[in-house]
C-alpha cells in the first residue's frame, strides 16, 4: 500500500473484554514496530518484527499482549482483559530493510484504545 | 537502555521566526542515527530530519536544520521561518545498530500567527 494502514482508528472497549488491532504495513518492509504512545508522552516500544520473526518483545507490558507477523506482512496486537492503564494510542510503523541503513520509521494514524 | 531527552514540554515562536528544539541523549554506541519527526494532531508522525552518528556535517532540509554536538550527546532541531503549518508535537528519536528506536517525551511548538 501507499503507507502504513491500522484498523481500527477508534476502539471502546470494557474492562476485561478481549482486542486485536491490526497493521498493514508499507508493501515490502521487511521491519514493523509496535509502539505505545499514552497522551502527551512519546512513543513507547512495545514489539519488533524481521519478517514474520519477532525479533524483541521486551516492551510488552505483560503477558495480557500478544502480536504476530505470521506471513511477514500484516501484523495484528492483541490485547487480552483489558485494563484501564491499557487506554493508549496504539502506534505502528515499518521501515525498509533489515540491515543497517538509513531508513527511518513510517508510521500509521494509530488505534486509540479507550478501556471504561 | 540508550534515553532521549527533550527537556521542553512547550515552546512558541511568532510567524516567521527561528525557533529551536533540543534534544539530548545518551548512549555508549559510536554509530548510530538520529532523527526529528513530527506529529500534528492527526497522530499520524513523519520524518523531519535525520542525521548520521559519523558524518560532522549537521544536516539540512529547506527550513529544517540541526546542531549535531555528538561530544555532548546533543541534538537541537531549528526552525527557520516558521510557519502556522509548523504547529505540531515534535519528537526526537535515536535509532540503536539494534534497529531499535528510543524517543523523547515531545515538544509542543505553537506557532503565533
Known amino acids: 500500500g501507499a503507507g502504513v494502514s491500522q484498523s481500527p482508528r477508534y476502539k471502546v472497549a470494557k474492562r476485561g473484554q478481549d482486542v486485536a488491532l491490526r497493521c498493514d504495513p508499507i508493501s515490502g518492509h521487511v521491519s514493523l514496530f509496535w509502539y505505545q504512545q499514552a497522551l502527551g508522552q512519546g512513543p513507547e516500544f512495545l514489539t519488533y518484527f524481521q519478517n514474520e520473526a519477532q525479533l524483541d518483545k521486551s516492551g510488552l507490558p505483560s503477558d495480557r499482549f500478544f502480536a504476530e507477523r505470521p506471513e511477514g506482512s500484516v501484523s495484528t496486537l492483541k490485547i487480552q482483559r483489558t485494563q484501564q492503564e491499557d487506554s493508549a494510542v496504539y502506534l505502528c510503523?515499518?521501515?525498509?530493510?533489515?540491515?543497517?541503513?538509513?531508513?527511518?520509521?513510517?508510521f500509521g494514524e494509530g488505534s486509540r484504545l479507550t478501556v471504561l | 537502555a540508550q534515553t532521549v531527552t527533550q527537556s521542553q514540554p512547550e515552546m512558541s515562536v511568532q510567524e516567521a521566526e527561528t525557533v529551536t528544539l533540543s534534544c539530548t541523549y545518551d548512549?555508549?554506541?559510536?554509530?548510530?542515527?538520529l532523527f526529528w519527526y513530527k506529529q500534528p494532531p492527526s497522530r499520524q508522525m513523519i520524518l523531519v530530519i535525520r542525521q548520521e552518528a559519523y558524518k560532522q556535517q549537521n544536516a539540512t532540509e529547506n527550513r529544517f536544520s540541526v546542531n549535531f554536538q555528538k561530544a555532548a550527546k546533543s541534538f537541537s532541531l531549528k526552525i527557520s521561518d516558521s510557519q502556522l503549518g509548523d504547529a505540531a508535537m515534535y519528537f526526537c528519536a535515536y535509532r540503536s545498530t539494534g534497529n531499535q528506536f528510543y524517543f523523547g517525551t515531545g515538544t509542543s511548538l505553537t506557532v503565533i500567527p
Open positions: 548512549t555508549s554506541e559510536s554509530d548510530y542515527y
Open positions: 510503523a515499518s521501515s525498509l530493510r533489515r540491515t543497517w541503513d538509513t531508513g527511518e520509521l513510517f
